[in-house]
């Protein structure tokens, strides 16, 4: 941390002469922003897919401190994203041509989602407004500065208490999210991720996009997932909150053993909750935990371990939880 000793005065000048350039700034951008705050999630929403940029993430969790590397680079109308740590446990994710590679030094192993990913990795936002007006107060919390940038202050609040809420920074001239911040049941920060350095001027450079040497070599080790359709699950979820409905059910099959595991994606168009089925195994132990912001309980149910995990209050995990059957 760099510590600087200045006189008072000069401070003081200095807040008073960025508080002027701020109002300023805006004042001279107010005419083409955007006036709801819905109508800025649609424009961050359109900037996070349709733009080219590259920046320095800090990935902020249980008082821990990631920083990544961004570039998502639009060319022709396709879009191709990466996403490197800076920092150990070496992390890498790929999202391209409707595919999701996620790579992790710690198993040397190598995930690839196969579902079609229209979205940035930072965020998720449904094509339907309406579903998060349904299920969240949107407003507008004032203007901050992020990154050098000026930026919106959007809130998400829940209506109910079974999602978080959620603040997002946008910035007044590109629309790209610059800080996105979770807050938990007591509006306390579980996760924020927050861009320390951004550039969309710039050309991004095709090696800048491409799998680095370790995640190349690593490709003999690939998990598949495969889509399946939602009418052969062979479970019921019998009290899932109201929002939450299925969007997708596949399977993974995890080297070297290849088990099969099951996976049901929840989703109110906003939050979303993984269930992941799989075989008991005497290592697994039934019980809930928190990471972040993500809540998880796991049951036994017969002979299968479950796993209901995601970015939502522990009372939803649970109450999934005690609701799944097998037919």
């Known amino acids: 941390m760099v510590k600087c000793i200045l006189d008072l005065r000069v ?3 200095l807040v008073l002469a960025f508080t002027l350039c701020s109002a300023n700034a805006w004042s001279g951008q107010s005419a083409s922003l955007p006036g709801t705050g819905i109508d800025w999630l649609i424009r961050m929403r359109h900037a996070a897919s349709a733009l080219s940029y590259q920046g320095t993430v800090a990935y902020i ?13 639009v060319s022709d109308g396709q879009e191709r994203e990466r ?42 936002l449904p094509e339907d407004t309406a579903i998060i007006e349904r299920f969240y107060r ?17 809130a998400l609040e ?28 007591d509006g306390q ?10 550039n969309a001027k710039e050309p991004i450079a095709t090696a800048d996009l491409e799998p680095s040497p370790r995640a190349s070599a690593a490709m003999m080790r690939i998990s598949h997932r495969e889509s399946k359709p939602v009418g052969w699950l062979k479970w019921t979820l019998e009290d899932v ?76 995990v649970q109450r999934i939880a005690s609701g799944i059957r097998q037919r």
Request: aromatic fraction near 8%; proline fraction near 4%.
């Open 11 to 13: 401070v003081a000048l």
């Open 61 to 73: 969790k249980d008082q821990q401190v990631d920083s990544f590397k961004l570039y998502h680079r």
């Open 83 to 124: 996403l490197i740590s800076m920092n150990s446990p070496y992390r890498e994710v790929i999202r391209a041509d409707g595919n999701v590679t996620r790579y992790s030094a710690e198993g040397q192993q190598v995930v690839v989602e196969t579902k079609p990913s229209t979205q940035s990795v930072l965020i998720n």
């Open 138 to 154: 949107v407003s507008l919390r004032g203007q901050e500065y992020v990154a050098g940038s000026l930026t919106q202050v959007i």
């Open 158 to 185: 829940p209506r109910d208490a079974y999602r978080y809420t959620r603040l997002f920074w946008i910035d007044s001239s590109t629309f790209l999210p610059l800080k996105l911040d979770v807050l938990n049941e």
């Open 189 to 198: 920060s579980v996760e924020q991720m927050v861009f320390t350095a951004i």
């Open 241 to 316: 909150p109201e929002g939450f409905q299925i969007m997708s059910y596949s399977t993974l099959k995890r080297p070297p053993s290849n088990a099969v595991v099951e996976h049901i994606l929840l989703s109110d168009g906003f939050s979303s909750v993984s269930v992941y089925i799989e075989s008991k195994d005497s290592h697994i132990k039934a019980g809930t935990y928190r990471l972040g912001a993500i809540s998880a309980d796991t049951v036994l149910v017969g002979g299968h371990s479950i796993t209901i995990m995601g970015e939502v209050p522990m009372q939803t």
